[in-house]
């Protein structure tokens, strides 16, 4: 059966649905393919964001919009992520896409043959799968309709590089939202203080200058943010330094244009 298109009917009391919910979310790693992204279709969703965005649902509004560079490791803690070659055989077979494993195993796995180097290759393949693309679908897109500005951040906290989850999903919201409580204050404790005030005034400084003006760049930024379209591909890094990047992830994208398994690169 492939998940991609699945549409179907319940009569189930909320509780009985937030378990079986709960049970699927805990065992991830039994099922692959699960997170793969999909779409379902009905009432509420009845078309994916992409079509309305092309058809200028969003015209004149002006986004920033980015990824990290290490999405997945922090889903890779508890299985959520591709761990294996095996496993990535199997998230192809449930979609039935099984013949372009060897395409995707050459692109992402070229060290194969080094076992050090398999788990960098699942994480580098589920970052870009699970959040790069559809990312880069949606700037592509909406660059068209308005002004677009793109960030990857880069910036590795201590800790977090300690323990070998460096850049992962999240960590940039402490940092633009000027916010370290709770578990921000534990992420960022050994964080040196200059390092810290500099990524926040990097970053809050233009997500509040984007709120007042329409435009994130100011005199917070070492670097002119330059606005992100479909043929420069323009994109800002944060990190200790700033620094604009043209033509941004262009052998990926070249790749998955070629093979075809993501709904932007069919």
Same mark, same amino acid.
């Given at each position: 059966?492939?998940?991609n298109?699945?549409y179907?009917e319940?009569?189930?009391d909320?509780?009985?649905?937030?378990?079986?919910? =709960?049970?699927?979310?805990?065992?991830?790693?039994?099922?692959?393919g699960?997170?793969?992204p999909?779409?379902?279709?009905?009432?509420?969703?009845?078309?994916?964001?992409y079509?309305?965005?092309?058809?200028?649902s969003?015209d004149g509004?002006?986004?920033?919009?980015?990824?990290?560079?290490d999405?997945?490791?922090?889903f890779?803690?508890?299985?959520?992520?591709?761990?294996s070659?095996?496993?990535?055989k199997r998230?192809l077979?449930?979609?039935?896409?099984?013949?372009?494993y060897?395409?995707?195993?050459?692109?992402?796995?070229?060290?194969?043959?080094k076992?050090?180097?398999?788990?960098?290759?699942?994480?580098d393949?589920?970052?870009?799968?699970?959040?790069?693309?559809?990312?880069l679908?949606?700037?592509?897109?909406?660059? =068209?309709?308005?002004?677009?500005?793109?960030?990857?951040?880069?910036?590795?906290p201590?800790?977090?590089?300690?323990?070998?989850?460096n850049?992962t999903?999240?960590?940039?919201?402490?940092?633009?939202?000027?916010?370290?409580?709770?578990?921000?204050?534990?992420?960022?404790?050994?964080?040196?203080?200059s390092?810290?005030?500099?990524?926040?005034n990097?970053?809050?400084?233009?997500?509040?200058s984007?709120?007042?003006t329409?435009?994130?760049?100011?005199?917070?930024?070492?670097?002119?943010?330059?606005?992100?379209?479909s =043929?420069?591909?323009?994109?800002?890094?944060?990190d200790?330094?700033?620094?604009?990047?043209?033509?941004?992830s262009?052998?990926?994208?070249?790749?998955?244009?070629?093979?075809?398994?993501?709904?932007?690169?069919?």
């Amino acid at each position: 059966m492939t998940l991609n298109s699945f549409y179907f009917e319940v009569e189930l009391d909320f509780n009985t649905l937030r378990a079986a919910s =709960q049970y699927v979310n805990n065992h991830l790693s039994r099922y692959p393919g699960l997170s793969w992204p999909n779409f379902v279709y009905d009432d509420l969703l009845p078309e994916d964001c992409y079509t309305p965005l092309r058809n200028g649902s969003a015209d004149g509004v002006k986004l920033i919009i980015g990824t990290n560079k290490d999405e997945t490791t922090f889903f890779n803690l508890f299985h959520k992520c591709v761990r294996s070659i095996s496993e990535l055989k199997r998230i192809l077979e449930n979609n039935n896409w099984s013949e372009k494993y060897d395409a995707i195993e050459d692109f992402y796995f070229q060290n194969k043959n080094k076992n050090r180097f398999t788990m960098r290759s699942c994480l580098d393949f589920s970052t870009d799968y699970l959040f790069l693309l559809g990312n880069l679908e949606f700037a592509d897109i909406q660059s =068209q309709h308005s002004e677009v500005w793109m960030y990857r951040f880069d910036y590795m906290p201590p800790l977090l590089r300690a323990v070998g989850v460096n850049a992962t999903h999240g960590i940039d919201i402490y940092t633009t939202l000027k916010n370290m409580d709770g578990l921000g204050y534990l992420v960022w404790t050994i964080c040196k203080p200059s390092s810290k005030r500099l990524l926040e005034n990097y970053m809050f400084g233009s997500w509040a200058s984007f709120a007042k003006t329409g435009n994130p760049n100011g005199d917070h930024l070492k670097t002119t943010w330059e606005t992100y379209d479909s =043929q420069s591909r323009k994109v800002l890094l944060f990190d200790k330094e700033t620094s604009l990047v043209e033509n941004y992830s262009k052998d990926k994208i070249d790749f998955w244009k070629t093979i075809g398994t993501h709904k932007f690169y069919k």
